[in-house]
């Protein structure tokens, strides 16, 4: 999982592709968890992830109406489909990614 900067995200989008924006504060200890739980949907599925420090990005929290961290964007050809604060386990991370084309 890279850490993308803006031109890295509009080139995703811009590109109509299908994956998973992951948006994160570094001192969120939730996020460390949902950190790990990517890595390891990252090992199990061939998908696109991306990660943004929020931190840096207060824009794109405006634009994406981004209520808190961890937050994962679900984006099906360049488009975002669902917003995911609550991440759960990785098998149920593993469901909603198999709704993605």
């Given amino acids: 999982m890279n850490e993308w900067n803006r031109d890295e995200l509009s080139a995703f ?16 200890g939730t ?6 739980m990517l890595r390891v949907i990252r090992e199990l599925v061939e998908i696109d992830i991306g990660k943004m420090n929020l931190n840096f990005y207060p824009e794109l929290a405006r634009q994406y109406e981004i209520e808190s961290v961890p937050c994962l964007l679900f984006v099906e050809a360049g488009e975002v489909k669902e ?3 609550a991440f759960h386990s990785v098998p149920f991370l593993l469901e909603k990614i198999k709704q993605l084309s």
């Fill in 31 to 36: 996020c460390q968890v949902a950190s790990k």
């Fill in 13 to 28: 989008l811009d590109k109509k592709a299908t994956g998973l924006v992951y948006f994160y504060t570094p001192m969120c």
């Fill in 83 to 85: 917003t995911l604060y």
